[in-house]
Each structure stands twice: as structure tokens, then as C-alpha cells.
């Protein structure tokens, strides 16, 4: 038991310091070094691939052991609704790797273009706004999450 909280507690530190860390710290910094525009924009699209599946992998392990936990400790409430948040995380993660980003660096090149097609910058533009919203939203979810497991261990569970 205390092995697979130390692992819960793990992903889900390690899934929130990940959005945290890119979000606030890895893209400000490469977007604000000096690159141009178009080798900044490289610089992330080669770490997208693995950030995505480091919210897999610890988004998964996450949201597994929390279901775990609300079928066998006290506080099945708190942990039920802690599950149910990284859930929907997790799915919101999915989505944002395997559906938004493939769709966004297939037109990603429209930003770096002099005169863009302007239908294709609104649609990278808009693809670009719901990349950040997404992972803004998992950042939230992770936090209610985090605040649900201290609820969830406070009530004995």
C-alpha cells in the first residue's frame, strides 16, 4: 500500500511539474531566446512528442492507482472524484497529443511564412489557442486532483 501511494504520489507530481516546468520555463525560454520564429518553433515541436507521452505514462499511472484506491481504502468519495478528475486529464491529454498536435504541425509552417495563407494562420492560430486551453485545462485538473488526494489522505483514506 505505502509503495503504490509513493508511486501515485509520484506520477502525479511528475505529470504536474512536467506541464509546469514547459509551460512556464522550456517555451517562454525557447520563444523568448532570440531564435527566429521558425527555429523556435522546431525547438518545441521536438519536444512535443515527448512531453505528450510523459502525461501518458504518468497521467496513466496516476489515474490507474487513483481507481485502485477508491476500491480499497476509506474515503472512496474523495478518491472516486480524484479519479474521475485525472480521468478526464488523461483523456484531455490524449486528445491535445494524438489529435490537436499532429493537426497543428501539419499547417505549423504557416507561421513562419512571411504572407501566410490567411485561412491557414486562422487555422493554426485556433488550433494553437485550443493546444494552450487543453493543456491549461489538464494543469487545473492536476491541481484539483493533487487537492482531492490531500482531502482523500486527510479523511483517513
Not at 52 to 81: E, K, P
Request: hydrophobic share 55%.
Amino acid at each position: 500500500m505505502t509503495v503504490a501511494l509513493f508511486v501515485y504520489l509520484l506520477a502525479i507530481g511528475c505529470w504536474l511539474g512536467g506541464i509546469v516546468f514547459f509551460s512556464f520555463v522550456t517555451a517562454p525560454s525557447v520563444f523568448g531566446s532570440g531564435l527566429p520564429l521558425s527555429e523556435a518553433g522546431k525547438v518545441i515541436s521536438t519536444i512535443f512528442p515527448r512531453y505528450y507521452i510523459f502525461g501518458y505514462v504518468t497521467g496513466g499511472i496516476a489515474a490507474a492507482l487513483s481507481l485502485y484506491f477508491a476500491a480499497i481504502r476509506q474515503a472512496r468519495l474523495a478518491w472516486g472524484l480524484t479519479a474521475l478528475l485525472l480521468a478526464v486529464a488523461l483523456g484531455i491529454t490524449v486528445y491535445a497529443g494524438a489529435v490537436v498536435r499532429p493537426r497543428v504541425d501539419a499547417i505549423r509552417t504557416v507561421a513562419e511564412e512571411q504572407s501566410p495563407d490567411p485561412a491557414r494562420k486562422a487555422e493554426f492560430d485556433r488550433l494553437h489557442s485550443l493546444s494552450v486551453y487543453l493543456n491549461g485545462t489538464v494543469l487545473l485538473l492536476n491541481l484539483a486532483a493533487l487537492a482531492g488526494t490531500v482531502g482523500a489522505l486527510g479523511s483517513r483514506g
